[in-house]
């Protein structure tokens, strides 16, 4: 079984401060890796996913993952924080093993507040 | 491209009573899921259909049931409600397996 987990279910930063969100994962197999935004009352939006090849990972909005298989995390930055940066983030995991589907496992989510 | 289509967007109902929802989803796409999404419980995986059979199902007890049409539309169905039911319901659709999922805005369901 996988699992996710989140460190930090609020985070307050800095207008301009760096963006840290941490997460680490279980999986007896090395996992498809996501990270995903919601907004309030709005749908999750895809912002980097690690499937394979180089560990770092660059998304959308300035944001970045590197994948350390030894230390089984996949934390998310952003080296300047912007007040539209305010939302929830989840890290997710899916298998790579065809039987899995597309299932995707969530962490609990970290919410982030920036402070103009 | 239309994005993934959730409906309705919100939907009150009674403790016993059942519901449906609706998601439409991107042109071309096969995989549907579908999450429940709670303060308390966090996103949770409900099941996933792929060419109209459930490939991958969560925990959860029977009475949360789901089908997928030819065109890759897909319901799900939440019957004898309960007060614990009420959620924000998520679908997201994948063109393929291991293929990024694209999530509609989901249903609020509220049971009162």
């Known amino acids: 079984a996988q699992s996710v987990t989140q460190l930090g279910s609020h985070v307050s930063v800095s207008e301009g401060a760096l963006v840290l969100l941490r997460c680490n994962y279980s999986s007896s197999v090395p996992p498809y890796l996501f990270w995903y935004v919601q907004y309030p009352n709005q749908g999750l939006q895809l912002l980097l996913k690690?499937?394979?090849?180089?560990?770092l990972v660059k998304g959308i909005n300035g944001f970045e993952a590197e994948f350390k298989k030894s230390e089984t995390s996949f934390h998310l930055t952003k080296p300047s924080a912007h007040m539209s940066d305010a939302a929830e983030y989840f890290c997710?995991?899916?298998?790579?093993?065809?039987?899995?589907?597309?299932?995707?496992?969530f962490g609990g989510g970290t919410r982030v507040l920036v402070k103009p | 491209k239309a994005g993934v289509t959730q409906t309705p967007r919100y939907l009150i109902k009674t403790r016993g009573q059942q519901v449906t929802l609706s998601c439409s989803p991107i042109s071309g796409h096969r995989s549907v899921s579908w999450y429940q999404q709670t303060p308390g419980q966090g996103l949770q995986f409900l099941f996933e259909y792929f060419s109209e059979t459930q490939r991958n199902k969560g925990n959860f007890p029977g009475r949360f049931s789901g089908r997928q049409f030819s065109n890759s539309r897909s319901e799900m169905n939440v019957s004898t409600l309960e007060l614990g039911d009420s959620a924000l319901y998520l679908c997201a659709s994948s063109f393929d397996r291991n293929t990024e999922a694209f999530f509609g805005q989901g249903t609020r369901l509220t049971v009162v």
């Open positions: 997710a995991v899916s298998s790579p093993i065809k039987a899995a589907g597309n299932k995707l496992t």
């Open positions: 690690y499937t394979t090849g180089a560990t």
